[in-house]
């Protein structure tokens, strides 16, 4: 079983900068796909970015060029580095990890609010 803490949501102003972070815990597991999702309420939870094992990354449109997704493997971390912020980033941001064994994890959730 494999536990996932976020940490770092919050209230900002548009343009600012928030860095979320997402650490994997848990026995006998070992990392493949971390991404990150959001969720604003009424609509589908929608990506946001991924990272493979090898580091390649994806990136939804509306958030290339402000966002950037790294990770860590040494501490079962993922981050989310989030830039020039707008009031349509508001959402609830939750972590995704797919270990090498394909079993894919949910974090709970933190909330993001950018404020105009």
């Known amino acids: 079983q494999v536990q996932l803490k976020e940490s770092g949501g919050g209230l900002m102003q548009a343009g600012g900068s928030l860095r979320l972070s997402c650490a994997a815990s848990?026995?006998?597991?070992?990392?493949?796909?971390m991404g990150w999702y959001r969720q604003a309420p009424g609509k589908q939870r929608e990506l946001v970015a991924t990272?493979?094992?090898?580091?390649?990354?994806v990136y939804a449109d509306s958030v290339k060029g402000r966002f950037t997704i790294s990770r860590d493997n040494a501490k079962n971390t993922v981050y989310l580095q989030m830039n020039s912020l707008k009031p349509e980033d508001t959402s609830a941001y939750f972590c995704?990890?797919?270990?090498?064994?394909?079993?894919?994890?949910w974090g709970q959730g933190t909330q993001v609010t950018v404020s105009s």
């Open positions: 848990g026995s006998d597991f070992s990392l493949n796909y």
């Open positions: 995704k990890i797919v270990t090498a064994r394909l079993n894919a994890y």
């Open positions: 990272i493979s094992n090898s580091g390649s990354t």
